[in-house]
Nanobody, 119 residues
Framework: QVQLVESGGGLVQAGGSLRLSCAAS????????IGWYRQAPGKQRELAAT???????NYVDSVKGRFTISRDNAKNTVYLQMNSLKPEDTAVYYC?????????????WGQGTQVTVAS
């Protein structure tokens, strides 16, 4: 089991920046992937950005060039630097981690942090 705790959400004007942090309760170095999903009001949860155990990032097209995901394995923490924010980035952002198990995989979720981008 692993607990994921997000921080860094808030209210920002369009064009501004925020950095989200997700601290894990134990090492996620060997996890298949860790990162961020988001869910806007009335919409399905979607992948925003993830990073693999090999350090390969994956972004939804709408955030490419604006968001950067990184991880600090020593701190068991993953970050999402969000620049040039747009009102359509408004959502609850959930930290996510996928651990490979002998029988398959197990997914973990944080409680979510609200990001609101005002126009």
């Amino acid at each position: 089991q692993v607990q994921l705790v997000e921080s860094g959400g808030g209210l920002v004007q369009a064009g501004g920046s925020l950095r989200l942090s997700c601290a894990a309760s134990r090492s996620t170095f060997s996890f298949l992937a860790i990162g961020w999903y988001r869910q806007a009001p009335g919409k399905q949860r979607e992948l925003a950005a993830t990073i693999s155990s090999g350090g390969i990032p994956n972004y939804v097209d709408s955030v490419k060039g604006r968001f950067t995901i990184s991880r600090d394995n020593a701190k068991n923490t993953v970050y999402l630097q969000m620049n040039s924010l747009k009102p359509e980035d408004t959502a609850v952002y959930y930290c996510y981690a996928r651990e490979t198990m002998g029988w398959g995989h197990r997914d973990y979720w944080g409680q979510g942090t609200q990001v609101t981008v005002a126009s």
